[in-house]
């Protein structure tokens, strides 16, 4: 008999158990110490869970740990959650936490026998990990601040919660072929990425104050690295319409012989956009709309740092950055500490891993920047800071070959210490393998992790150099790789050189400085020259 392939694999531990039915197995597991069977480790992913690398330094360590995410609807967390959060992080997590780039928190170190209680707290607060991993429709994105900033196009929260009730843990979704990205926004600076979304809904005003959504299908990162193709616009009230039709199609039609090609842009492919349009007007009773293309704003100036009043009068919302996402335990308490202490209730996670408090009184919000500032939280990030990312990396995921979240601090610090004066935003990526968890081909300057041979012939974990790469609507573009295999020793000399020859070129901006540099512009002259 021929041996299984990794899809066909898939689909019959699918098929045999529904992901969502595998919780009183991990009860089992949990209360009688049993082993856990294989097949289950992947079924686990449907409640947040992934099984993850040995750390190297409890090689004598035989203890399964996993990866747990939890789901953070709008981002949103409370004082009372992040307290709970703090207490599980310290407890079961050996003090980690970290926020992801779909505004979910991330723990490490997880033992199955500690998952009840877990469980039991996150419930006790409102929590869940369901469907925040596997073959299901994940955490939809949207914008940290939908219903507080003054300048929003369009307040999306009901629509939002609208989603996330179809959506989640919904049973008739629990099988798609891969995993399903959805987003929605009515942003003015489009913070939510719908470029790289399975399915967008984006706000948009026309010259008659007619506000509509852009539907945008078939964007990703992965395998199906394509940007999402515009097909149309809706009204607000036709945006759940639209997002049942679109998972529906996927569900019923989806590729599922391949995994590496079974994502709704794959589908999208095959099919060719036309026919997926056909298909989709059998099962929506309006039209489309054909208007002009939207203008969006350039991913580097996609954020919401600072104080800013919102909404409510006397209130004011406060966007603050943190390193790669890394909060860890100690800064999910002092949080909580602050917030309560100047009479703050909400946070809200952005899609670049940081936050904003989202209700503090206005009198109150410049002594809350203050404090958070002091805990390396701060409202007025410095430009390197303020636009970077990091994936899990090889100390914890299983794909990963290289390390990001500590190389990724070195880094920004670094950079900060070298150029105290550079006061334009950078967008920079540490990426542990090869994919794109931390948007390596989207930013200015992308790290993707890479094994190959140094000078002495001996194999090394280190990076390939990605440069130039944007969301910006129609004008988004991918990052192009470099031939240029960077050690981990030598990340920050590489990074450096790059800063410095920018400055010391004609270029009025570092994209257009990458932009010359990448098509061989002779006006520029430059070496990837690495000073340690």
């Given at each position: 008999m021929a041996k299984e392939t990794k899809g066909q694999r898939i689909a019959r531990i699918k098929d045999e158990k529904s992901g969502l039915d595998v919780l009183k197995n991990i009860y089992e597991y949990a209360i009688y110490s049993k082993e856990v069977d294989p097949e289950d480790i992947d079924r686990f992913k449907w409640y947040g869970l992934y099984l993850q690398n040995k750390d190297p330094l409890d090689m004598d360590d035989d203890t399964q740990y996993f990866m747990s995410r939890i789901k953070l609807v709008q981002g949103s967390l409370n004082i009372e959650q992040i307290r709970a959060l703090a207490g599980i992080s310290k407890d079961f997590a050996r003090g980690t936490a970290t926020f992801t780039t779909r505004s979910d928190l991330q723990f490490h170190y997880i033992r199955v026998r500690d998952l009840p209680e877990i469980f039991f707290?996150?419930?006790?607060?409102?929590?869940?990990?369901?469907?925040?991993?596997?073959?299901?429709?994940?955490?939809?994105?949207?914008?940290?601040?939908?219903?507080?900033?003054?300048?929003?196009?369009?307040?999306?929260?009901?629509?939002?919660?609208?989603?996330?009730?179809?959506?989640?843990?919904?049973?008739?979704?629990?099988?798609?072929?891969?995993?399903?990205?959805?987003?929605?926004?009515?942003?003015?600076?489009?913070?939510?990425?719908?470029?790289?979304?399975?399915?967008?809904?984006?706000?948009?005003?026309?010259?008659?104050?007619?506000?509509?959504?852009?539907?945008?299908?078939?964007?990703?990162?992965?395998?199906?690295?394509?940007?999402?193709?515009?097909?149309?616009?809706?009204?607000?009230?036709?945006?759940?319409?639209?997002?049942?039709?679109?998972?529906?199609?996927?569900?019923?039609?989806?590729?599922?012989?391949?995994?590496?090609?079974?994502?709704?842009?794959?589908?999208?492919?095959?099919?060719?956009?036309?026919?997926?349009?056909?298909?989709?007007?059998?099962?929506?009773?309006?039209?489309?709309?054909?208007?002009?293309?939207?203008?969006?704003?350039?991913?580097?100036?996609?954020?919401?740092?600072?104080?800013?009043?919102?909404?409510?009068?006397?209130?004011?919302?406060v966007g603050c950055a943190i390193n790669g996402g890394t909060i860890r335990s100690e800064g999910l308490s002092n949080l909580a500490n602050i917030m309560q202490k100047h009479g703050a209730s909400t946070i809200k996670v952005t899609p670049t891993q940081n936050f904003v408090v989202a209700d503090v009184a206005t009198k109150n919000a410049n002594d809350l920047a203050k404090d958070l500032n002091l805990l390396d939280m701060g409202a007025n990030p410095n430009p390197f800071k303020a636009r970077s990312i990091s994936c899990t990396g090889a100390k914890f995921c299983k794909y990963g070959i290289s390390e990001t979240k500590g190389v990724a601090i070195d880094l920004i610090n670094y950079l900060n210490e070298k150029f105290p004066d550079f006061n334009e935003r950078v967008s920079i990526s540490l990426n542990g393998c090869p994919n794109s968890c931390s948007l390596p081909y989207l930013v200015n300057i992308g790290l993707a992790g890479k094994k190959f041979k140094d000078e002495n012939g001996k194999t090394i974990a280190g990076f390939d150099l990605v440069l130039g790469g944007n969301l910006e609507g129609s004008k988004s573009k991918f990052g192009d790789k470099m031939k240029l295999k960077i050690k981990p020793d030598e990340v920050n000399g590489v990074i450096e050189n790059i800063i410095d020859n920018y400055l010391k070129s004609s270029k009025k901006s570092l994209n257009l400085f990458l932009n010359a540099l990448l098509i061989g512009d002779e006006s520029i002259t430059y070496s990837f020259k690495i000073s340690t």
């Open positions: 707290r996150l419930d006790q607060v409102g929590l869940t990990t369901v469907y925040a991993a596997g073959d299901v429709p994940r955490n939809i994105a949207t914008c940290p601040v939908a219903g507080i900033d003054k300048n929003e196009i369009y307040d999306v929260t009901q629509l939002t919660l609208e989603l996330y009730n179809y959506i989640g843990g919904n049973r008739s979704l629990v099988n798609l072929p891969r995993k399903y990205k959805i987003g929605i926004s009515g942003c003015s600076k489009h913070c939510m990425g719908h470029e790289i979304q399975d399915l967008s809904f984006t706000a948009v005003e026309f010259q008659n104050k007619e506000i509509l959504f852009d539907v945008c299908v078939g964007g990703g990162l992965g395998s199906n690295k394509q940007f999402a193709i515009h097909i149309g616009y809706i009204k607000p009230e036709q945006v759940l319409d639209v997002a049942k039709s679109v998972t529906e199609i996927y569900r019923d039609f989806g590729l599922r012989e391949n995994r590496n090609k079974a994502r709704l842009g794959h589908l999208i492919d095959e099919w060719g956009i036309e026919k997926f349009k056909e298909k989709l007007d059998e099962y929506i009773d309006f039209k489309l709309l054909n208007k002009e293309i939207q203008e969006y704003t350039p991913y580097i100036k996609r954020e919401h740092y600072g104080i800013h009043h919102s909404k409510k009068s006397g209130e004011s919302y």
